[in-house]
């Protein structure tokens, strides 16, 4: 396979930034309930094995140097683990998800609490929004996406919180039902996405502020392989994406591969379990 990578974006030397992050053990994942195509409650899930993949990504985090703070799950909320749905934290300020699905709900208020024990200051949501799924920050912009489980309403809301410009996206594919579903973040400048999981004027905004992003394979999307974190340098992501794995690989990123096979079954993965704090 030939990997064909611009000049510039190759011989750019990648810098980590230091990162804080919030997670969230999968104590008690399961599968008990149908909110995305990913999930089927009829087939059994293994909780030991949920653990021992969400350790792998935990120690990983911690090898390569960043800081990681634990929320306590709570019974009855088997998506817990999924930290990045449980708000969005920038400037020292926590914007609070407000979820979509009753089976959801109680997350939002006990992630916002929990940030504000860290020193966030809390701003509850006045619509329905679900965190660092649909919101991810790129340089000084912030890209949000409707269309399943967060509502356009929240972008505004968003943007008066935080006074960045937001940019409006639109998915219109179920199994990426967020946007870290289809759209990772590797550095301030650089992106890669599917485009399949986006509108026709979605596709076309992203084309237009990101010439060089990495299109990701149908294949590597649907083991949510964009589902990754990035310091800026190294790049921690589904080690089942080869042909991502590779095409980050070539622009100088230095990729990290887990497996979260058994998280994958609540549609999740890499990103899905980390929500980036920044003061």
């Known amino acids: 396979m030939t990997i064909t990578v611009p000049v510039t974006s190759a011989s750019k030397e990648r810098v980590a930034q230091p990162k804080r992050v919030l997670m969230c053990r999968p104590t008690h994942f399961t599968v008990s309930y149908r909110i995305n195509p990913w999930m089927f409650p009829e087939n059994p899930t293994d909780q030991r094995l949920a653990e021992a993949q969400w350790q792998t990504l935990y120690d990983a985090y911690r090898d390569l140097g960043i800081d990681v703070e634990l929320i306590d799950p709570l019974p009855g909320l088997p998506d817990m683990v999924y930290a990045a749905n449980g708000g969005f934290v920038l400037d020292g300020i926590a914007y609070g998800a407000r979820f979509r699905y009753p089976e ?10 929990h940030l504000e024990t860290l020193g966030f200051t809390p701003r509850p949501a006045a619509s329905l929004n679900e965190g660092e799924g649909d919101f991810l920050l790129v340089g000084d912009v912030i890209l949000a996406a409707s269309g399943f489980r967060s509502d356009e309403e929240a972008h505004a809301e968003l943007a008066k919180v935080f006074g960045r410009e937001v940019v409006s996206l639109r998915l219109i594919n179920p199994s990426f039902y967020h946007l870290d579903t289809a759209l990772a973040v590797l550095d301030d400048e650089t992106i890669a996405y599917f485009p399949e999981a986006f509108d026709e004027a979605s ?7 990101f010439p060089d992003a990495i299109r990701a394979t149908e294949e590597d999307a649907a083991v949510l392989g964009l589902n990754l974190f990035s310091d800026g340098r190294h790049v921690v992501m589904a080690e089942q994406a080869g042909t991502l794995r ?16 058994e998280l994958l079954l609540g549609g999740g993965g890499v990103k899905c379990c980390t ?3 920044r003061s």
Request: glycine letters at 8%; a negative charge; zero cysteines.
């Open 246 to 261: 590779q095409e980050i690989d070539a622009r100088g990123f230095q990729t990290v591969g887990v497996n979260l096979s």
């Open 104 to 113: 959801r709900q109680p997350e939002g208020p006990a992630y916002l609490d």
């Open 275 to 277: 929500l980036e704090l």
């Open 203 to 209: 596709r076309d905004e992203l084309e237009r502020r």
